[in-house]
C-alpha cells in the first residue's frame, strides 16, 4: 500500500483534510498529516488536527502522493520552500500530486499548473491560468499524475482518483515507471 502525506496549516478546510485521510486510510493506505512546524492546527469551521510529522522532517522520496487540501491554508503553505520543494519533488517523480480548492495556489508557487490541465476552487482560477495551466470547470481534473478538484461537493470523485491513481501506478522505488505514464 502507499504511503501518503496531506499538507495541514491554520484554518484548512475541514472536509478537505479529514474526508481523504479517512478514505484513504479505509482503502489501507498510511497516511500522514504533515504541518509547518506546530503540533496542531484548527480548521477553518474549528475542527483540529494533531500532525504526525512536520514538513522539514518528511522526506518526499518516502511518499508516494501528497494532498493539498484548500480552505485558508494554502496561503500559509505556499510561504514555505520546504512545502513547495515537497510538491515540486513528488511531481519530478511521477507520484500523485493531488490539490482541491484553494489548494491549486501551491502547485503555482511550486511551479507544476505550467502546461497542465486542472480544476480548483473559481476564486483561483486566474491565479492558475496566469501561472501557464489550462483551467477547466470539472468536478475533477487527471493530467497525468496530477489530480485536481473544486471543493468539498467534489470529494468523492476526487478520493475515487486518487485511489485510481495509486492502484495504477507501479511500485518503483524512484518513480521513472509513473513519471513515464505522465
Known amino acids: 500500500m502507499s504511503?501518503?502525506?496531506v499538507l495541514v496549516e491554520a484554518d484548512y478546510q475541514d472536509l478537505e483534510v479529514w474526508y481523504p485521510i479517512l478514505r484513504l486510510r479505509?482503502?489501507?493506505h498510511t497516511v500522514v498529516?504533515?504541518?509547518t512546524g506546530h503540533p496542531s492546527y484548527k480548521g477553518k469551521w474549528g475542527y483540529p488536527i494533531t500532525v504526525d510529522a512536520s514538513i522539514g522532517d518528511v522526506r518526499p522520496e518516502n511518499y508516494d502522493a501528497v494532498v493539498i487540501p484548500g480552505g485558508w491554508a494554502p496561503d500559509r503553505l505556499r510561504l514555505y520552500p520546504a512545502v513547495l520543494e515537497f510538491v515540486r519533488a513528488l511531481d519530478r517523480a511521477g507520484k500523485v500530486v493531488a490539490s482541491i480548492c484553494h489548494g491549486g495556489s501551491v502547485l503555482c508557487s511550486?511551479?507544476?499548473?505550467k502546461g497542465?490541465?486542472?480544476t480548483a476552487y473559481k476564486a483561483i482560477r486566474?491565479?492558475?491560468?496566469?501561472?501557464?495551466?489550462?483551467?477547466e470547470d470539472a468536478e475533477v481534473v487527471r493530467d497525468g499524475n496530477l489530480i485536481t478538484s473544486r471543493t468539498p461537493d467534489d470529494l468523492p470523485a476526487f478520493c475515487r482518483e486518487i485511489l485510481a491513481a495509486l492502484a495504477a501506478a507501479p511500485?518503483?522505488?524512484d518513480g521513472k515507471a509513473r513519471r513515464a505514464a505522465r
Not at 511550486?110 to 499548473?113: D, E, L, R, W
Not at 486566474?126 to 483551467?135: I, K, Q, Y
Open 3 to 5: 504511503k501518503i502525506a
Open 26 to 28: 479505509e482503502a489501507g
Open 33 to 35: 498529516s504533515v504541518g
Open 110 to 113: 511550486a511551479g507544476v499548473a
Open 116 to 118: 497542465r490541465r486542472l
Open 126 to 135: 486566474d491565479d492558475l491560468v496566469n501561472a501557464g495551466a489550462t483551467f
Open 171 to 173: 511500485d518503483t522505488p
